[in-house]
């Protein structure tokens, strides 16, 4: 194993991977292709039959679906396509998972990181304190944990960058990580 480069070893990976925590609550960064998500709201639908919808919604005229039926299509709709993972990073890591793709997102409501998939799944900081937990629970293991960041909305704003990075290594052993510069 020692002679092999990284790209000659084999590690178990999941796709979207913290996706088992998405809310019904839309993230900050609105896809293209599900752009329209974006324009349901769950304002109350005009009452006495009068209810219309411009297929597909937009800014200028948003589906007022009301609050059961909005919640109904996220959690149920969205949340079923969304998500791809339902064991938590520290069941995957018990399971043997060691490659992990994390779709984060910095939400300027509340100034913190999220995990993300159109939907907002838990905060970015309990799946680093779940990945602390298994390195500190298998300290002679030589555990090789590889994790993608992915899909932010962080281009172009260094202070985000700084503080995800502050984020990072404030929850994960300076000697448990080593970072790659994107190609």
């Known amino acids: 194993m020692q002679a092999k480069?990284?790209?000659?070893?084999?590690?178990?990976?999941?796709?979207?991977?913290?996706?088992y925590g998405l809310t019904s609550t839309l993230s900050q960064i609105a896809y293209p292709d599900i752009q329209f998500l974006w324009y349901l709201s769950d304002q109350?639908?005009?009452a006495?039959?009068?209810?219309?919808?411009?297929?597909?919604?937009?800014?200028?005229?948003?589906?007022d679906l009301g609050s059961y039926l909005y919640d109904f299509v996220m959690s149920v709709g969205v949340g079923s396509a969304a998500?791809?993972?339902?064991?938590?990073?520290?069941?995957?890591?018990?399971s043997g998972i060691r490659s992990f793709?994390?779709?984060v997102y910095f939400d300027t409501r509340d100034n913190s990181f999220y995990i993300q998939?159109?939907?907002r799944g838990p905060l970015f900081?309990?799946?680093?304190?779940?990945?602390?937990?298994?390195?500190?629970?298998?300290?002679?293991?030589?555990?090789?944990?590889?994790?993608?960041?992915?899909?932010?909305?962080?281009?172009?704003?260094p202070d985000q960058i700084a503080a995800l990075t502050k984020l990072i290594n404030s929850t994960i052993q300076p000697e448990n990580i080593y970072y790659?510069?994107?190609d």
Do not use: C
Not at 5 to 19: C, E, N, R, V, W
């Open 101 to 103: 793709d994390f779709r």
């Open 48 to 63: 006495n039959n009068t209810w219309s919808v411009t297929v597909p919604p937009t800014a200028a005229n948003p589906a």
């Open 125 to 157: 900081q309990d799946v680093l304190s779940q990945m602390q937990m298994f390195l500190q629970a298998n300290p002679t293991s030589g555990e090789l944990i590889l994790a993608t960041i992915s899909h932010t909305n962080l281009q172009g704003y």
């Open 83 to 94: 998500r791809t993972q339902d064991l938590t990073i520290l069941q995957q890591l018990q």
């Open 180 to 182: 790659r510069a994107p």
């Open 5 to 19: 480069t990284l790209g000659q070893i084999k590690l178990p990976a999941t796709h979207d991977s913290a996706t």
């Open 117 to 119: 998939h159109a939907l």
């Open 44 to 46: 109350a639908a005009p």
